[in-house]
């Protein structure tokens, strides 16, 4: 079955440092790839894609992610964080099935940003 | 504005009765989605419906019900043989294409006392 495992429950950063949070799935075909963002009580928004092409994507925010088939995951980055970039990160893969395709979801990363 | 609308934002109800959490979209795509997140597990599908009178359980359906009988409309109802209801229930639209995001509405907090 498809899943995504995201390692870090919590990550802590100062503003101004670079940023990676990782994002690991497991899905037989060629993955469709996202990255979301939520703030509390929201819902979420999509901070970029991945279904083919270019393997380095980039997003709304400054984030970009990279993907690696060999390795079987999806890391998102930013260079330079930004106390507004606090919040709770998902990856997401887009998986086909018999009753049509759905999206599984990660269980998320809490980034906390120190000023 | 195109969109999903979620309502209410919170839901307040007593043990044992059934509440309909309501989504509606104006986006005109196919497919529509309900997820339950909890602190710690991220999001979890519950059911999901590509087109309309069809629908498909997800990974942790039992205990909710879900109708499909307009496009823009994908009710979720809770009912009293769901165990542990309480949580942050969100609605979810894409298109039918599977390089496609979904676009979630703001979610309903649902509250069972």
């Known amino acids: 079955a498809q899943s995504v495992t995201q390692p870090d429950i919590h990550i802590t950063v100062s503003e101004g440092a670079s940023l990676e949070l990782r994002c690991n799935y497991s899905?037989?075909?060629?993955?469709?790839l996202f990255w979301y963002v939520q703030s509390p009580g929201q819902g979420l928004q999509l901070l970029l894609k991945y279904f083919s092409g270019d393997t380095l994507v980039q997003g709304i925010k400054g984030f970009e992610a990279e993907f690696k088939r060999s390795q079987s995951s999806f890391n998102l980055r930013k260079p330079s964080v930004h106390w507004s970039d606090a919040a709770e990160y998902f990856c997401a893969v887009r998986t086909l099935g018999g009753g049509g395709n759905k999206l599984t979801f990660g269980t998320g990363t809490q980034l906390k940003v120190e000023l | 504005d195109g969109g999903i609308t979620q309502s209410p934002k919170y839901l307040f109800r007593k043990e044992g009765q059934n509440v309909t959490l309501s989504c509606e979209q104006n986006l005109n795509h196919d497919a529509m989605y309900w997820y339950r997140q909890d602190p710690g597990q991220g999001l979890r599908l519950i059911y999901y419906?590509?087109?309309?009178?069809?629908?498909q359980k997800g990974d942790i359906a039992e205990g909710y019900s879900v109708s499909r009988e307009k496009k823009e409309s994908f009710p979720l109802t809770v009912t009293s043989a769901q165990k542990n209801p309480t949580a942050f229930y969100l609605c979810?639209?894409?298109?039918?294409?599977?390089?496609?995001?979904?676009?979630f509405g703001q979610g309903t907090r649902l509250t069972v006392v």
């Open positions: 899905y037989g075909a060629t993955p469709y």
């Open positions: 419906s590509q087109i309309v009178n069809d629908f």
């Open positions: 979810a639209s894409s298109t039918q294409g599977v390089g496609t995001e979904a676009f």
